[in-house]
């Protein structure tokens, strides 16, 4: 069966650091692409990073670009998301996801695979 498990979500205060983890199992991905996106109470799903395959792209959301690094280990078949300078507004649930060969990275209907999500809460 095939599983992305997310971690490293907690309550953090703004301007700290938070690095989540994405465990995939059932299969190997290195072969996907894999992403981060997160929704905060009320609003909708947004993008936040992407990253191929072998890691060598990456793409950000903007309001993440300079302070979010995403990363993958395919040997662990794990992907990271490394949060510095969180913002109050960084706080939601944070969901990785993962697809084959995905043409459109912010768009979260072109992935397969979603894992149940992490919280990130960050005080003022």
């Known amino acids: 069966q095939v599983r992305l498990v997310e971690s490293g979500g907690g309550l953090v205060q703004a301007g700290d650091s938070l690095r989540l983890s994405c465990a995939a199992s059932?299969?190997?991905?290195?072969?996907?692409?894999m992403g981060w996106f997160r929704q905060a109470s009320g609003k909708a799903r947004e993008f936040v990073a992407a990253v191929t395959g072998s890691g060598g792209i990456t793409e950000y959301a903007d309001s993440v670009k300079g302070r979010f690094t995403i990363s993958r280990d395919n040997a662990k078949n794990t992907m990271y998301l490394q949060m510095n300078s969180l913002k109050a507004e960084d706080a939601a649930v944070y969901y990785c996801?993962?697809?084959?060969?995905?043409?459109?990275?912010?768009?979260?209907?072109?992935?397969?695979?979603w894992g149940q999500g992490t919280q990130v809460t960050v005080s003022s």
């Open positions: 996801a993962a697809g084959y060969r995905v043409i459109r990275w912010r768009s979260g209907s072109a992935y397969d695979y």
């Open positions: 059932g299969r190997s991905f290195s072969g996907d692409d």
